[in-house]
T-cell receptor, first 115, second 111 residues
Framework: GAGVSQSPSNKVTEKGKDVELRCDPISGHTALYWYRQSLGQGLEFLIYFQGNSAPDKSGLPSDRFSAERTGGSVSTLTIQRTQQEDSAVYLC?????????????FGPGTRLTVT | EDQVTQSPEALRLQEGESSSLNCSYTVSGLRGLFWYRQDPGKGPEFLFTLYSAGEEKEKERLKATLTKKESFLHITAPKPEDSATYLCAVQDSGSWGKLQFGAGTQVVVTP
């Protein structure tokens, strides 16, 4: 079946502009996650959605970052007033549920470059 | 605070030369330890989940093992197509959903 998809695959933006990154999870998966992978660094957790529960936003680095998930499916990560340090690959993952079977399946990522 | 340390940072192997990657972790309580493979320009690909000390899982030339403080990923008789970055991640029992990743081990297998 179809895996996690993300768009765009690449995004170049000017410092100070807002960007929106989109994630389509695997059909039927109720949990959705966003991570960031900076050059030479490991994956960094950003935010997690599980069903209709309040999202876990503990990993968002600043209030310029926000995310929403509409209809329990598609998610959008928004970065306002982008800075050069926001340049990274943004990865989305989904899992069946945050229970025992909680392997996370990742999309291909969106490479964000802030100039 | 949870910590995940992978070693070595990079590993260069001849085809057929078996080796092991290490992932040491510190968590208050382990829900699961995960191994992923990541190819350049792609998202991580799920390999294994280990839940308790003593558990082992195998897939083709890969075997993952778990103790109370570390996990090993053994690569037996590797082939060039096993070249990738291998990532280890832990899920703390108090953190639903969130994975804490190590920095990864970059493996290159030459013919």
């Amino acid at each position: 079946g179809a895996g996690v998809s993300q768009s765009p695959s690449n995004k170049v933006t000017e410092k100070g502009k807002d960007v929106e990154l989109r994630c389509d999870p695997i059909s039927g998966h109720t949990a959705l996650y966003w991570y960031r992978q900076s050059l030479g660094q490991g994956l960094e957790f950003l935010i997690y959605f599980q069903g209709n529960s309040a999202p876990d936003k503990s990993g968002l680095p600043s209030d310029r970052f926000s995310a929403e998930r509409t209809g329990g499916s598609v998610s959008t990560l928004t970065i306002q007033r982008t800075q050069q340090e926001d340049s990274a690959v943004y990865l989305c993952a989904s899992s069946e549920a945050a229970g025992r079977i909680d392997e996370q399946y990742f999309g291909p990522g969106t490479r964000l470059t802030v100039t | 605070e949870d910590q995940v340390t992978q070693s070595p940072e990079a590993l260069r192997l001849q085809e057929g030369e078996s080796s092991s990657l290490n992932c040491s972790y510190t968590v208050s309580g382990l829900r699961g330890l995960f191994w992923y493979r990541q190819d350049p320009g792609k998202g991580p690909e799920f390999l294994f989940t280990l839940y308790s000390a003593g558990e082992e899982k195998e897939k083709e030339r890969l075997k993952a093992t778990l103790t109370k403080k570390e996990s090993f990923l053994h690569i037996t008789a590797p082939k060039p197509e096993d070249s990738a970055t291998y990532l280890c991640a832990v899920q703390d029992s108090g953190s639903w959903g969130k994975l804490q990743f190590g920095a990864g081990t970059q493996v290159v297998v030459t013919p």
